[in-house]
């Protein structure tokens, strides 16, 4: 039976939302219960304060480097790729956190 449990889709990529996690993305907890009713979103838990202050630091990171080009009149395809990583952060963090609020339903379907 322990071979099975090992065999899980949640179990086998809890390492790598655990990265996710570090780096301010994908708020769940729980998740290296091998139960899923263990795994969960929570709004009030520290992964999700650590994912929203690294959402609004990337959306503040995005916001000044964009006034600044635009200031100093260097606002060019040539140097945007500040501006580019950023956006594309930040829609990722959307992406993760959505994701992540609905992870239970979508682990279900993997039972």
Known sequence: ???????KF???IAPVLA???????????GIFSKNINNI???????RTVH???WLISVIA???FEFIGKIRDGNLNPKNSNGI?????S???GIFFFNLAKDWHEILKLFK
């Open 1 to 7: 039976m322990k071979f099975e449990d090992d065999k």
């Open 10 to 12: 949640h179990i086998i």
């Open 19 to 29: 990265i996710a996690q570090f780096f301010g993305l994908f708020p769940v907890t």
């Open 40 to 46: 969960a979103f929570k709004w009030l838990s520290i």
């Open 51 to 53: 994912s929203i202050v």
């Open 61 to 63: 990171f995005f916001y």
């Open 84 to 88: 580019v990583f950023c956006a594309t």
């Open 90 to 92: 930040i829609f990722a």
